[in-house]
């Protein structure tokens, strides 16, 4: 073998003194000391991710921000790694990933576990370049050799999930940490409604063995083979979860069942399939920093599954919540429907999020969406507390979900609407993830397809179904020909009023409107009583009349909700044949009303008197108008009615604004004149003082219409004496609004 020339050598030398000195920190003008605890922004993972023994696996190391570069990677003498990175102190707000990425061939290795020590070494730019700290971290990357046996599949099931769920697309899974509950999330679609889903529960493994293990994540289903009635043939998708007791670092293998059990008796076990699921509990996990937690509003759902109704004409809207201890300035995430024949139609920020830039695109399955800010961190946090609970902050609306049905779609009867990849950023940039804490569910709303309470068969819920559900539920009537589970709207297995009012309030809430003109119905109408001021803010009587001809009504109602809110709304003398109920969306007051037949007979009251009691804001002063937006109406037999009511409103007066004219003439001997215009109505003290304030006479007191009125002064005080020659004030009082002017009294000789 040919000897290897010195220069060769050399320059090998000159190579490897130049990489090691790729990890000395370079030096930079004198700057303030970083904080040794700032998080510096990384990830790694394997390449392949499972690697088998034999193969070549290379390390990268990967970041997101904007603000970060990641300049090499290498080996220390000790046989460990140093990542070098670059990074400004303060980075701008932007919730969109800029991947940056160093990696290092590690070879072949031999299959177990390895450990390696990483060193990452970080200089912090402050202000302008010249001044830069360095930060330096100590970490360990554990991980395995040697090819996991392979997920086996169950039926059914689409997805098992251990651990906490991937906060963006292009990151690596988050570690199950140790001494923590592991979350385990399994999701999948049964062909049709004779498979349901029931619980997924957590046996103990019946091994015995003196090291620490996983129990059984058992999932149960139940068949329809004792019910008699016909499957559907459609995908019906279901999810749960469970949480595991925590575990020390290490791999195992989580043992899954799914066992399907008798419909009719929970102990006649059908069938049970096993597999078995590879995870690792990392050696550590870094401290809890900020994080959130997003959910869905089901506030909507009066005791049934559904959070909104979809139906070809009309889409459904779904409200995401999030709880997070820390502000943040921008949120990013994907958002996916669990069934065939939906499609995301709008999204919309809301709530605190409601001034953001939003950008977002359709996806075969939902959409992706990216929301920020331009200035600040609208999206207020709580500090944590309870051991960082974020939990204990209260939830906050802040995106709006449209939800409609593909042209020529047929979706399923229930669809779930859920996110996945979620990612935020608080006003400095930094990635703020979810939190990484055990979900028994996964967080989702349920989209239904149609007006569940459709029983005249329109395609439309609304007055008219009320009705005859009413005359049905009460027997007064027939009642519609379907099932009594189409008519049990809150699913309790029970038909009754309570059903009647799970229908009122999914159409109060705009369940649908037929387009099919009415039977005309000149003699109902609505009109507004004078409004009462009352300690709280202001109570307005709105008057139906002509509801002896009704069976059914739905009020809208615009009120002024930038100035009150709406503390309650009574029916005046509770009327025994009459129920209502109410909901307030946005700046509409939404009123049902609901005629209950008596012995067989419709509802006889003519005349139903709304009482609107509206609370004023706390800082708010008076004013605004209640005015009808739109009603809809049916008869005692449910036929549509057509009502043209106008636009009937009630102004709500604030403080009169008040006009006092100069006084003609002025200087005056005998008498002089002045006006006071108002403009409108109000309870008015018109009086003379003098010049150290006292009251010298008083001109009039006592209510004014809208306009103005003259008044007259001839000098003399209170008790018809005449007052000296001096200066004086004219001065009105009216609603809390005043004002005055000067005059001259001489009167002679």
């Known amino acids: 073998m040919r000897p290897i020339p010195r220069i060769v050598l050399l320059a090998l030398a000159l190579t490897l003194l130049g990489l090691v000195a790729l990890f000395i920190p370079a030096p930079g003008a004198l700057a303030a000391p970083c904080p040794q605890d700032r998080p510096i922004p990384y990830w790694w993972h394997l390449r392949p991710a499972r690697p088998c023994a034999g193969d070549s696996v290379t390390i990268v190391f990967g970041s997101c921000k904007p603000c970060v570069d990641l300049i090499g990677v290498g080996p220390l003498p000790d046989g460990g790694l140093a990542l070098r990175v670059r990074m400004d102190e303060v980075c701008p707000a932007i919730a969109v990933c800029f991947p940056d990425s160093v990696e290092l061939p590690l070879g072949a290795l031999a299959a177990g576990h390895h450990l390696l020590a990483l060193e990452v070494v970080a200089d912090v730019v402050q202000g302008d370049s010249s001044a830069i700290c360095t930060i330096v971290h100590h970490d360990s990357l554990a991980f395995e050799i040697g090819c996991p046996p392979p997920q086996g599949l169950l039926p059914y099931v689409d997805m098992i999930r251990i651990g906490p769920p991937t906060p963006c697309l292009e990151c690596p899974p988050p570690p199950i940490c140790p001494g923590q509950p592991i979350p385990v999330f399994i999701a999948g679609t049964f062909p049709s409604n004779c498979l349901q889903f029931r619980r997924i ?317 009415g039977r005309p119905e000149p003699g109902v109408q609505v009109s507004f009583g004078p409004p009462v001021v009352t300690p709280s803010g202001v109570d307005v009587t709105a008057r139906l009349s002509g509801a002896d001809r009704l069976g059914a009504a739905r009020l809208a109602l615009d009120f002024p909700a930038d100035r009150y809110d709406v503390s309650a709304v009574d029916l005046s003398g509770a009327p025994a044949d009459w129920m209502h109920l109410y909901e307030v969306d946005g700046s509409q007051l939404i009123v049902g009303l609901i005629g209950l037949p008596q012995g067989g007979t419709q509802a006889a009251t003519g005349e139903l008197a709304l009482v609107l009691r509206l609370a004023l804001k706390p800082g708010q002063s008076p004013g605004g108008e209640v005015r009808v937006a739109e009603g809809e109406f049916s008869g005692p037999d449910g036929a549509a009615l057509e009502v043209k009511l106008g636009q009937p409103g009630l102004r709500l007066f604030g403080p009169p604004r008040l006009k006092l004219a100069p006084s003609q003439p002025n200087p005056f001997t005998r008498e002089t004149r002045f006006g006071v215009t108002l403009d409108h109505a109000a309870d008015v003290d018109v009086a003379i003082h003098d010049l150290s304030g006292r009251l010298v006479t008083t001109l009039f007191h006592g209510a004014l219409p809208a306009g103005t009125r003259t008044f007259t002064w001839n000098g003399r005080r209170a008790d018809g004496t005449a007052a000296p020659n001096g200066l004086y004030f004219t001065q009105v009082r009216a609603g809390g609004e005043q004002a005055a002017r000067k005059i001259v009294y001489l009167r002679g000789n």
């Open 201 to 517: 529960e957590l046996v103990p493994s019946p091994e015995a063995n003196p090291l620490p293990g996983p129990p059984i994540v058992r999932i149960v289903a139940a068949v329809n083979d004792c019910m008699g009635w016909p499957c559907d043939n459609l995908p019906h998708p279901w999810a749960g979860g469970v949480a595991l007791p925590p575990l020390p670092p290490g791999a195992y293998q989580l043992p899954v069942q799914l066992m399907i059990v008798s419909m009719c008796d929970s102990t006649q076990v059908d069938t049970t399939y096993a597999t078995l699921v590879p995870f690792r509990v990392a050696e550590f996990c870094p401290p809890p920093v900020g994080c959130f937690l997003v959910d869905w509003d089901h506030t909507g759902r009066t005791g049934g599954p559904c959070d909104a109704l979809v139906s070809p004409d009309r889409p459904a809207q779904a409200l995401m919540t999030i709880q997070t201890n820390v502000p943040l300035a921008g949120l990013q995430g994907a958002l996916h429907l669990g069934g065939p024949g939906l499609r995301i139609a709008q999204l919309e920020p809301v709530g605190p999020a409601a001034g953001m830039r939003l950008t977002w695109q359709q996806t075969p399955d939902g959409a992706r969406f990216v929301m920020f800010a331009d200035h600040g961190a609208p999206i207020p946090g709580c500090p944590p507390g309870g051991g960082n609970n974020v939990g204990l902050c209260p939830p906050l609306f802040f995106l709006r979900v449209t939800v409609a049905i593909v042209p020529g779609g047929t979706p399923q009867p229930q669809t779930l609407l859920y996110a996945t990849e979620l990612l935020g950023a608080d006003s400095t940039g930094t990635g703020v993830p979810e939190c990484p804490i055990a979900t028994l569910v996964m967080p989702a709303a349920t989209i239904c397809l149609g007006a569940l309470c459709d029983f005249n068969g329109d395609g439309h819920a609304d007055v008219r179904d009320l009705v005859i559900m009413v005359h049905c539920v009460l027997g007064s009537g027939p009642c519609p020909d379907t099932s009594s589970a189409h008519l049990d709207c809150n699913r309790d297995g029970r038909v009754n009023i309570e059903d009647v009012l799970c229908c009122a309030r999914s159409i109060l809430r705009g369940g649908g409107r037929d387009t099919i003109p």
